[in-house]
């Protein structure tokens, strides 16, 4: 069964300096209600795609209809082990509406931080994409695994949920699909607006200081960017 299916919901984001995310850390601590569920965590995401990069190219190429395949799970910033389970997630957005779904997966989070993306283990979890609606291809591999600290909000007058997101990176690559650097932060920070309402927080809007800017950012293509030769090996 599906853990969490959640219905097409507005979704923005904002892009600021890396170097500023402390002060907009700052702002959001005086002007929102801190996530009383989750309020920050380390998450890590292991990113799938096909030889010739489907879904990379859905983005650069700028479809309205895009979708993402990934592992996530959740540890601590600064260190500290992790924590929780490890999930199997499809997310497709249409325009700047999105919808998510995902299924828990059978390997512990602590199995999968340690082993190599090269390894069966991510290969097998091809199937649970199959129960998500997406097609089990033999070609579906691994690609790289991104991580980043997020600290979430929620704003208490629209009742949007907000994140921040910093300190983003790759820190594995599978070997068999890309070559990437790992341990390059990207210089931006993005804050994300999800709920009905959508709209930066003020406490945001009015400081100059932060450069923000709307931006349809994905951190999947921007580490690919950054760090990736995107040519798959053969």
């Known amino acids: 069964m599906l853990t969490q299916a959640s219905r097409l919901e507005h979704e923005e984001k904002y892009l600021l300096p890396a170097s500023r995310s402390q002060t907009a850390l700052g702002?959001?601590?005086?002007?929102?209600?801190v996530d009383p569920d989750h309020p920050r965590g380390r998450v890590y995401s292991v990113y799938f795609?096909?030889?010739?990069?489907?879904?990379?190219?859905?983005?650069?190429?700028?479809?309205?209809h895009k979708s993402k395949l990934r592992v996530r799970w959740y540890g601590q910033i600064g260190g500290g082990g992790?924590?929780?389970?490890?999930?199997?997630?499809?997310?497709?957005?249409?325009?700047?509406?999105?919808?998510?779904?995902r299924l828990p997966a059978t390997p512990s989070a602590t199995l999968l931080a340690k082993?190599?993306?090269?390894d069966r283990v991510f290969s097998d979890l091809r199937t649970l994409l199959g129960e998500l609606?997406?097609?089990?291809?033999?070609?579906?591999?691994?690609?790289?695994?991104?991580?980043?600290?997020r600290y979430r909000f929620v704003d208490p007058i629209h009742r949007d949920r907000v994140s921040l997101d910093t300190?983003?990176?790759?820190?594995?690559?599978?070997?068999?699909?890309?070559?990437?650097?790992?341990?390059?932060?990207?210089?931006?920070a993005v804050v994300e607006v999800k709920g009905p309402g959508g709209r930066l927080p003020r406490v945001l809007e009015r400081d100059r200081r932060l450069s923000l800017r709307r931006s349809s950012f994905s951190k999947y293509e921007a580490c690919c960017a950054a760090n990736v030769r995107c040519n798959p090996l053969v």
């Open 167 to 188: 300190n983003i990176s790759i820190i594995r690559t599978n070997p068999l699909a890309s070559h990437a650097r790992t341990g390059v932060c990207l210089p931006n």
């Open 49 to 64: 795609d096909t030889p010739d990069w489907k879904h990379l190219g859905e983005k650069i190429n700028g479809d309205r």
């Open 82 to 101: 992790i924590s929780g389970g490890c999930f199997v997630e499809v997310k497709v957005r249409v325009g700047s509406a999105r919808s998510k779904l």
């Open 115 to 118: 082993t190599p993306l090269s």
């Open 133 to 149: 609606g997406v097609p089990a291809s033999g070609t579906l591999r691994p690609v790289f695994e991104i991580a980043y600290d």
């Open 27 to 33: 702002l959001l601590r005086q002007g929102l209600v």
